[in-house]
């Protein structure tokens, strides 16, 4: 069975900052998706990025970016000119690459990020 | 836009009660999941169903039934609930496109008193 595992359980940056949250994942698979989601604190899951296993090229939306080092089995994302709304819960997420019943989702533990003012 | 609603944002509940959570689908998706979310533990599959009266158990089934009756709606069931019971419940619905990400409602937060 897949994990994945955010050591991380908070972060804290001064705005303006970049900070740097670490996943790691278990899996014997080639073929996979990796996700970053957002939760404010209304609860609501948003999608920050996603990551195509076969793709070499990290993948980046304005200030997100990831790391993917796919040897390593790691997938961090990097927040840069952090902004106050970007505290929230960050949660790293696995799918498989090959269609299975349901395609669901295995989480890690989350990580907090405060943004200091 | 898709929408995924859930019945109750915050639902207070006793003891041995037996307890329904509905999460409403609206853009035709094949697949819904119910999660648990406890910190630290980021969120848990409970069952997940692929088509109407399909279903599957995750990685945390004990004490909890699901019923998928229309492709809408999934229905997750506290038979009698315990106060380990007490959480925050997402429901999420997704497509057959393994690209793409499912879309989840506002969670439920359930407190078993």
């Known amino acids: 069975a897949q994990t994945v595992t955010q050591s991380q359980p908070e972060m804290s940056v001064q705005e303006a900052e970049t900070v740097t949250l670490s996943c790691t994942y278990d899996?014997?698979?080639?073929?996979?998706?990796l996700f970053w989601y957002k939760q404010p604190p209304s609860r609501q899951m948003i999608l920050v990025i996603r990551?195509?296993?076969?793709?070499?090229q990290n993948a980046t939306e304005n200030r997100f970016s990831v790391n993917f080092q796919k040897a390593a089995k790691s997938f961090s994302l990097k927040i840069s000119d952090s902004q106050l709304g970007d505290a929230a819960m960050y949660f790293c997420?696995?799918?498989?690459?090959?269609?299975?019943?349901?395609?669901?989702?295995?989480f890690g533990g989350g990580t907090r990020v405060l943004v200091k003012p | 836009d898709v929408k995924v609603t859930q019945s109750s944002r915050y639902l207070v509940k006793r003891t041995g009660e037996k307890v329904f959570l509905e999460c409403v689908q609206d853009m035709d998706h094949e697949n819904m999941f119910w999660y648990r979310q406890d910190p630290g533990l980021g969120l848990r599959l409970i069952y997940f169903s692929y088509d109407v009266k399909m279903k599957e158990k995750g990685d945390i089934p004990e004490g909890y039934s699901v019923s998928r009756e229309k492709k809408e709606r999934f229905s997750l069931i506290l038979e009698s609930a315990s106060t380990n019971q007490t959480s925050m419940y997402l429901c999420a619905s997704s497509d057959q496109v393994l690209a793409r990400s499912p879309n989840f409602g506002p969670g439920t937060r359930l407190t078993v008193t």
């Open positions: 899996t014997s698979e080639s073929d996979y998706y």
């Open positions: 997420a696995y799918r498989r690459g090959s269609a299975a019943a349901g395609n669901k989702l295995t």
């Open positions: 990551q195509e296993a076969y793709k070499q």
